[in-house]
């Protein structure tokens, strides 16, 4: 099986083969464009979407760049096989047989349908795995703000924006409150603020559209008591998918 490389050069890069090989394949310094070592039935395969058969290696003039090594390995005929999905030309299923027009019409349908099957397939996992690669990312990405976070000398916490119960709090905020993880999770907002601040506060909070710097000094206070004076800045996380 080749891949047919989207690149200036248009080179097809050998991925999985099996049975007699031999290192053959690497012998073959393919391309599908329109040159030498793409007028073959593997170029041609992936350049026009066909199956391309070469029926008898020692005569066939298209196979003249690579029959030397494929007489060595005792190849007689072969057939190439575009792999296509969604429209999209992923490369080419060749198949090397020991004796001369080893492929009827009836073998060529049947190995074409496999061909699709094959490329469908492979699409499939491709698409599996760049999934697999954006959700590690995502989760990577979301490893690296829970350390920043976390780390954050800064006192921080997520809250719900219409219950004002706290979600999570980072160390700074347990640090500096006095409050440990547990009973800040089990509080609200409404809980460090003074009650006629309150208001103001369920105002602001449910009008937060993007990133607000409240200026000025807000009074909130700490689990033994002590009143201190704050800037608050607040961010909406859902913001960017409204």
């Known amino acids: 099986m080749l891949f047919a490389e ?5 080179a097809v890069r050998p991925v999985a083969w099996i049975g007699f090989e031999e290192g053959y394949l690497h012998t073959l310094q393919l391309t599908w464009a329109d040159a030498e070592r793409g007028r073959g039935p593997t170029g041609t395969a992936i350049r026009t979407g066909q199956p391309v058969a070469a029926r008898d290696i020692p005569t066939d003039p298209r196979f003249i760049p690579w029959r030397d090594e494929a007489l060595k390995r005792g190849y007689a005929s072969s057939i190439a096989l575009p792999l296509i999905a969604n429209g999209h030309m992923l490369g080419a299923l060749n ?5 001369p027009d080893a492929f009827d019409a009836d073998e060529v349908n049947l190995l074409t349908e496999m061909a699709l099957d094959l490329a469908y397939g ?16 995502l989760r990577d990405l979301a490893e690296q703000y829970q350390l920043l976070f976390e780390s954050n000398p800064l006192p921080m916490w997520i809250y719900d924006r219409e219950a004002l119960t706290f979600l999570t709090v980072n160390n700074a905020a347990v640090d500096h409150y006095g409050y440990s993880r ?4 089990s509080m609200t907002l409404r809980d460090i603020h003074l009650p006629e601040a309150v208001p103001t506060l369920v105002e602001v909070v449910r009008r937060v559209r993007g990133t607000i710097r409240r200026p000025g000094a807000w009074t909130q206070k700490k689990k033994d008591g002590t009143l201190i004076e704050v800037e608050i800045t607040t961010h909406d996380l859902t913001w960017g998918g409204r």
């Not at 547990?182 to 999770?185: K, R």
């Open 182 to 185: 547990d009973e800040f999770l």
């Open 95 to 99: 198949i090397y047989a020991s004796e």
């Open 6 to 10: 989207h690149d200036e050069a248009k």
């Open 122 to 137: 492979l699409t499939t996992l491709r698409t599996r795995a760049a999934r697999d690669r954006v959700e590690q990312n």
